[in-house]
């Protein structure tokens, strides 16, 4: 099994070798460790604000407030008469006045594009020594960040303890934090235990509008975050967490995104004390992605709406430099997962995002996709482990409700073999309503369940659909334990994750970016091992094995070679084991037929032998198709069709040489074989 397993290691580190270095960064921060835990999540206080925050233009807010609600409006006149005397008119300028734990900011009705900290970083500011990130933009330190906390920042709030932001109007979009594209982030929190944001809108920026890093205890209560080139909301290596009746839209990311969470149940199973970040009736739309987390650990969503985005939701271990890796203990109950089939990609392919942000429209509903990722598909889980999803509403997906795939240990950068096998493992499924809207109309899915076949103890509700495999292990099984997923559908990862927004690079051969028909790759391949098999078959027959039998044996391979190429194109179905059914009938029989004959009569040497071989490669041809069908086979390190595949080449090889024709014998030689000994 050892041997195996470092066979297995060696075959994925040479996949990894061709993944292109693009895809190896997502978001990346300086280094930084979880909190404590000591924390707890903040309360929002309801007396008087410590501090104000309005703009001048009386008749400009008299109109902003003029549908509200009578006390609402009252309210705010008397906030605004105070606020002209002793107010400020930037949000940073009340944040820089903060002086001790548990201050109150209320910001009243109105855009604040905070001019002051617009300008380009100048002097010391200008030259600070850190690295560079892929994405452009310099890694700076925490004292970087305090020296020159406007060189990323429009609005900065660095070490401010148990700080509360609040917007006064009726809604969200009643105050807006604009950065206009001029900044990384419109707010960013770091270090800063205990902060509350309400009731205001944060957007346009080249990065993300709300940021949080590092805290212990945060809320995110009522806000809405838009039109970004990565995210609308994002955690990053943070405890006690919440988020609440929230909304993002239109980010080239994730509209909700709570990387690396605190990792407080690592090396625990389902049974879990409690989780660092809830999140709890927020709606992300029109996005890349609604949800994601690369090491999105211990996060509890709940009762959420994400629709109309590229995909649903998604977790991941597939990028270096998060904390907590890998991926572990999220779990999603009652969410409202719907029609995430948006393509995105048509703005990278036709030059739209290869504008500057400002210019590129994503207030008219353009989003430049960061990353590459499988399109129309519910719940992507690219290595992930111990993840509960329960009691979830999937439907109207083109490709799958649930995806669910094994991501080895190097794409994180880490090289050690006992880790390269390490996620992916006791993923469940259950309870989970698919294909059909809360009101009861029918929704299909393209498929309940696409998994890689990769891990240990991953179970399934009963009735997911159409699925591949078509046969899921059911929850309470023993199922299998896999250390390697299905050839094609690793091949197919691979080549689909060649994409780089900056370089305009669609992989080809790849539905997620709009391949059809024969231009998939997976049909391609499927089609070209059916042409070659296709040939050895016929010519097996009419050279070697000359028989109504080897015909129909040979018609039930082409039959099975044909059926293949339709199952690669309509995976979710039994197409696919129906293929290899067929071809096991082929292999077996013509082997048999090879053995009666004891080898075609004059044949070369080795014939024998290749008609057991042939036997045996269609034993694993039909027991694959049990596999794919029927059950998952419980003791199988690998998948039969990685043996099966690798036979099937060494077979064609081998009928190849059979099938030369032999030197003709001289007359000479002739005579001297018939000389009487």
């Known amino acids: 099994m050892r041997s195996l397993r470092r066979v297995a290691t060696a075959v994925a580190l040479t996949l990894g070798l061709l993944l292109p270095a693009s895809a190896a960064f997502a978001h990346e921060e300086r280094p930084v460790t979880f909190p404590d835990g000591s924390g707890s999540v903040p309360v929002r206080r309801t007396g008087e604000p410590d501090l104000l925050v309005c703009k001048n233009d009386r008749a400009d807010f008299g109109r902003r407030i003029a549908d509200f609600p009578p006390d609402l409006r009252r309210r705010n006149l008397e ?59 310099q890694i700076l330190s925490y004292e970087q960040q305090k020296q020159c906390p406007h060189n990323q920042n429009l609005v900065a709030i660095l070490g401010i303890e148990n700080l509360q932001i609040e917007g006064t109007g009726a809604k969200p979009t009643d105050v807006i934090i604009d950065a206009q594209y001029k900044k990384l982030n419109a707010i960013r929190a770091d270090t800063s235990n205990g902060i509350y944001f309400r009731n205001f809108t944060a957007q346009r920026t080249t990065f993300n509008s709300l940021y949080i890093l590092a805290a212990d205890g945060f809320v995110i209560d009522t806000m809405l975050t838009r039109w970004n080139d990565e995210y609308g909301f994002l955690t990053f290596a943070s405890d006690h967490g919440l988020y609440t009746d929230c909304e993002s839209h239109g980010n080239g990311d994730s509209g909700i995104y709570p990387g690396s969470a605190s990792d407080i149940n690592d090396g625990r199973g389902h049974d879990v004390p409690r989780y660092s970040i809830e999140i709890r009736r927020c709606k992300s739309h029109q996005n890349m992605v609604g949800y994601s987390g690369t090491a999105g650990d211990s996060v509890y969503v709940h009762d959420n709406e994400f629709y ?89 997906h083109e490709s799958a409700a649930f995806d669910l795939l094994a991501v080895p240990a190097f794409i994180r950068g880490e ?165 290899l059914a067929l071809m096991g009938v082929w292999w077996i029989g013509a082997g048999r037929l090879w053995l009666g004959r004891g080898g075609p009569a ?40 990685w043996i099966r595949g690798l036979l099937a080449g060494v077979w064609t090889l081998w009928a190849i040489v059979l099938l030369a024709p032999e030197p003709r014998r001289t007359a000479a030689a002739a005579r001297v074989e018939e000389v009487p000994a």
């Not at 002086?99 to 009705?109: E, Q, S, V």
């Not at 199952?567 to 084991?577: Q, V």
């Not at 044949?603 to 694959?624: E, I, K, M, Q, Y």
Request: charge should be neutral; glycine fraction near 14%; aromatic fraction near 10%.
């Open 79 to 137: 906030l605004f008469e105070r606020c002209q005397e002793k107010g400020y008119r930037h949000l940073q300028e009340a944040v820089d006045r903060v002086d001790r734990p548990g201050t109150n900011i209320a910001i009243l009705p109105g855009v604040y594009l905070e001019e002051p900290s617009q300008p380009e970083p100048t002097g010391a500011c200008a030259n600070l020594n850190a690295r560079q990130s892929s994405w452009g933009y």
């Open 308 to 396: 109309d985005n590229m995909g649903g939701a998604s977790m991941d271990s597939a990028f270096a430099g998060h904390p907590g890796l890998p991926q572990n203990h999220a779990r999603f109950e009652r969410n409202r997962i719907h029609d995430n089939n948006q393509d995105y990609y048509r703005y990278v392919a036709d030059g739209t995002c290869a504008k500057p942000a400002a210019e590129r429209g994503y207030e008219r509903g353009v989003v430049c996709p960061q990353i590459g990722m499988p399109r129309g598909t519910g719940i992507v889980t690219a290595g992930g482990n111990w993840n509960v999803f329960r009691d979830n509403w999937i439907w109207g």
């Open 415 to 579: 090289e050690s073999w006992d880790k390269q096998f390490d996620t992916s493992h006791h993923n469940l499924y259950e309870g989970n309503h698919l294909g059909v809207t809360p009101e009861g109309a029918d929704r299909p899915n393209g498929a309940g369940v696409s998994w890689d076949g990769q891990g240990t103890g991953n179970c399934w509700q009963r009735g997911t659909g159409p699925s591949t495999p078509w046969a899921l292990p059911a929850c309470g099984s023993a199922g299998p334990s896999r250390i390697l997923g299905e050839p094609v559908k690793l091949a197919k990862s691979y080549l689909c994750n060649d994409y780089s927004i900056g370089e305009r690079r669609l992989p080809a051969g790849c539905d997620w970016y709009g391949s059809t028909g024969l231009a998939r790759v997976e049909i391609q391949l499927a089609l070209a091992t059916s042409l070659v098999l296709g040939l050895v078959a016929i010519l097996l027959q009419r050279r070697r094995l000359r028989s109504r039998a080897a015909l129909a044996v040979t018609f039930a391979g082409l039959a099975g070679l044909t059926l293949d190429v339709f199952g690669a194109a309509y995976g979710h179905t039994p197409l696919p084991a129906a293929a």
């Open 602 to 641: 004059g044949g070369p040497a080795g014939g024998r032998a290749f008609g057991w071989f042939t036997v045996v490669l269609g034993a694993l041809a039909l027991a694959d198709a049990f596999d794919k069908a029927v059950m998952m086979i419980p003791l199988l390190p690998l998948g039969p069709g």
